[in-house]
Nanobody, 125 residues
């Protein structure tokens, strides 16, 4: 299985931007579909965005569509999540995950077998 490490989280004011990175090692990253999920205390982990192994297909949660962009660089074994126009409700721990499955539309947490440790994103109002 591939190992994943997220970075790039932090504190930002509402309306600001952050770019998260997910660096992969230990596997053939270019063959994995990759997703970003987020979780707040007391709530279930929710889907944010996903990208196919080739980068050809991308999917977004309705709540982030038009504000977030997922991309990948297979030569660098890295996936990115560019987050613009951030809102306080985007505050969460963001997780990167890898899967051999990619559904059309929202992704299921259970389909992703490899996870990073998460990175905190805090958006102040």
């Amino acid at each position: 299985q591939v190992q994943l490490v997220e970075s790039g989280g932090g504190l930002v004011q509402a309306g600001g931007s952050l770019r998260l990175s997910c660096a992969a090692s230990g596997g053939t990253f270019s063959t994995y579909n990759t997703g970003w999920f987020r979780q707040t205390p007391g709530k279930e982990r929710e889907f944010v965005a996903a990208i196919s192994w080739s980068g050809f297909s991308t999917y977004y949660a309705d709540s982030v569509k038009g504000r977030f962009t997922i991309s990948r660089n297979n030569a660098k074994n890295t996936v990115y999540l560019q987050m613009n126009s951030l809102k306080p409700e985007d505050t969460a721990v963001y997780y990167c995950a890898a899967s051999t499955i990619l559904r059309v539309g929202p992704q299921r947490v259970a389909d992703f077998g490899s996870w990073g440790q998460g990175t905190q994103v805090t958006v102040s109002s």
